[in-house]
């Protein structure tokens, strides 16, 4: 009877029937090095198997993961419990060292990814599963930033040579760009870029899942059409990549189901306010973009209610501030949007001297948001009104974001998600003058703007809610007045899944494996 016993318990702690997700999007992720690409795509499938010592719960409220709990000690100093009995998916034991060890290869200059560190200048190991955060200020989204502070194993980035993170700017790897030993839900099993990206669960994770996904199969498609049909086909369970002229359609299949929300992410363009003379340009000796007058020319051209009519079939909501609704600083009273008028337009670049306006390139991606390189299309009409002859360049996203990462570049589409939901985060990565560090790394244009520098470094540490949100609306109106960027509008972002499928969207366009069941 014993044994009776222990052989049912031992079946009851088996793991249920391996069901897999088969999961379709646009784009494929970067590396599946953690340190190197601040790229959502690469995030999303990378930390399904690298944890960080804090994460989101269902409605983005801050819960532990790697860390059990914390205190505060003083206003520059966290203490952190480690979760203790927790392994690597090699069987190594996760200690304060591989905190340290991944504090340390985050902050290297090669890598986008050191803001979700950004303000510490220091972990101190107190023991084996506790460590302490030194911070050079207060820090009032520090527990939202460490969600995307991934941990790694230094024992096996020492034994694989891969201490240094892989260049953003470059197409070098290294052993952590396709291999991985997390501590995740998942395991990679393999990953052929452009081809598909294999996880498997891991048997030893110290949480549960709520889902009942083991495998996770993905696939990226560029091609929409191609895309849709392998979902009608039954080739794939989840499309997270919608195109739009679609979605109306899919609503209507009785096999599947549209899981609707909004994004907080801004899709924009930027430009090149560096150069005394513009790159890819026919204007020699200056650079127009320099002069505000012909930001604002740029911006008043663009219709964006034709772009969400007719490019986006109504699925975005139009910008006029960098930040999407969701973000704490975001207001609808700054986001009010202006009606196109390219005759004002013509004026203010005749008064810029350019009355028979100039030619420059734009850069775009084709396969990394909705309907990239038709909003890019677009643009190029509504410039044309005006005078303004821009030349589309329009590239894969792996080939484009070391471009202009590299600065270059005269103007260029990019879309930003907001990981912390808080303003600060696109300031300091897009508005910020460029260092070596986490402020301005994505500014590819190079902005630089005294007054904005002072707004962004005090709201870091600012601790007073009604302060803070007094310099996050400046900053924003900033922004927007000086034309900084050309805002389009902030995504909208339908997932379709078969009906057997449940998900849980969400509006940081992350889709987790450990919240999805397949029936």
Known sequence: MKRIFILLALLLALPAQGTTLRWAAQNDILTFDPHSQNHTTTIT????????LTRYGKKYDIEPSLATDWKQISPTQWRFNLRKNVKFHD??????????????????????????????????????????????????VLLRK?????????????????????????????YASRNANGTGAYILKGWEPDKRLVLAANPAWWDKREGNVTDVVYTPIKADATRVSALLAGDVDLVTDLPTQDVARLKQNAALKVLEGHEVRTIFIGLDQFNNELQYSDVKGKNPFK???????LNLAVDREAIKRVTMRGLSIPAAIMVAPGVHGHTAELDKVSGADPVAARKLLAEAGYPNGFEFTLDCPNNRYVNDEEICQALVGMWAKAGVRAKLNAIPFATHIPKILKHDTSAYMLGWGVATFDSLYTLQSLVRTQTTGADGSFNCGRVSDAKLDALIDAMKTELDVKKRDAMIREALVRVRDEAFYVPLHHQLRPWAMKKNVTTLHRADDRPEARFARVD
């Open 146 to 174: 460490l969600t995307d502070f991934r941990i790694m194993s230094k024992v096996w980035s020492e034994k694989n040579r891969a201490q240094n993170v892989q260049d953003a700017k470059a197409k070098e790897e290294s």
């Open 45 to 52: 499938l990378v930390m399904h198997v690298y944890e960080s």
């Open 291 to 297: 002069d505000v007058r012909v930001r604002r020319a």
């Open 91 to 140: 069987g190594t034991p996760f200690t304060a060292d591989d905190v340290i060890f991944s504090y340390g290869r985050i902050k290297q200059p090669q890598g986008t990814m050191q803001i979700y560190v950004d303000g510490v200048k220091e972990v101190r190991r107190i023991d084996d599963h506790t460590v302490d955060f030194i911070l050079a200020g207060p820090d009032p």
